[in-house]
């Protein structure tokens, strides 16, 4: 039996992540595990939440960058020992949302590389599945602008920077690096639609043992 693949669901606010990694999950029970980031729970994740939900409770973009990739690292042993169980691992957001939100934020000397820096060495994603939508429809999901980063010019702002992210860290035709576009589908159909991308890298466990690293 091979280890577990490392499956990431990535996008912009309110695209569908966190219900498509829990059908996911839920498809490959008991085989996956669902690891969601932030993770809220931790003594760290609750300095983050109490940075997105209260607009007052300000701290340096840089600290809120270091935090967000320390809550990473407090998982990361546990992700790799999951993976080699051979149990498949589902994530709710990574590396790449690190880096981009942050990134967007135009702050001086926080370019993508710096940005990258302290979540070098976490394990990269066999898969990782990308959910765009072209239409604004996500801004009218429920609990949009609720938080920090939830308005339409800095999510613009984002999404350049999740491709330009993808583009300097995923190998170009490597097939780990997969579009997925939700305008205007239910819920049923972009989840038949990642059923369909995440089958063949769950078949081809034989192969790929190796783990690659950001
Ligand atoms: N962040 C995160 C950083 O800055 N750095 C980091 O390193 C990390 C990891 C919180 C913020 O933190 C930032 C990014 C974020 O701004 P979060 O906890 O993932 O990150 O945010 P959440 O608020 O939990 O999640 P999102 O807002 O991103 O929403 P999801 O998970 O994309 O969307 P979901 O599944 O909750 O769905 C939203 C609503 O839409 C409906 C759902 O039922 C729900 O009501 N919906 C659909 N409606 C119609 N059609 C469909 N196909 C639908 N799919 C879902
Ligand atoms: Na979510």
């Known amino acids: 039996m091979g280890r577990g693949r490392l499956i990431l669901i990535e996008g912009l606010d309110r695209t569908g992540k966190t219900t498509q990694t829990s059908i996911l999950t839920d498809r490959l029970k008991p085989n996956a595990q669902l690891i969601k980031f932030p993770d809220r729970s931790t003594t760290i994740g609750k300095l983050i939440n109490q940075y997105l939900t209260d607009k007052n409770f300000n701290l340096p973009n840089q600290s809120v960058h270091l935090l967000f990739s320390a809550n990473r690292w407090e998982v990361a042993e546990n992700i790799k020992e999951t993976l080699l169980n051979g149990t498949n691992v589902i994530l709710d957001r990574y590396v790449y949302s690190g880096i981009a939100y942050s990134a967007a934020k135009d702050v001086d000397g926080m370019d993508l590389q710096w940005c ?19 239409s604004n429809d996500d801004a009218e999901r429920d609990g949009f602008g609720e938080e920090r980063y939830e308005n339409v010019q800095f999510q613009k702002k984002v999404k350049k920077q999740f491709y330009a992210a993808f ?31 995440v089958q063949p890298i769950l078949s081809n466990k034989e192969e790929n043992q190796e783990f690659s690293f950001f």
């Open 167 to 197: 583009t300097e860290f995923e190998t170009p035709n490597s097939n780990t690096l997969k579009l997925v576009d939700v305008t205007n589908k239910s819920i049923e159909e972009v989840s038949e639609e990642i059923w369909k991308l």
């Open 116 to 134: 990258l820096n302290p979540d070098k060495g976490l394990l990269k994603p066999d898969l990782t599945l990308f959910l765009t939508n072209e």
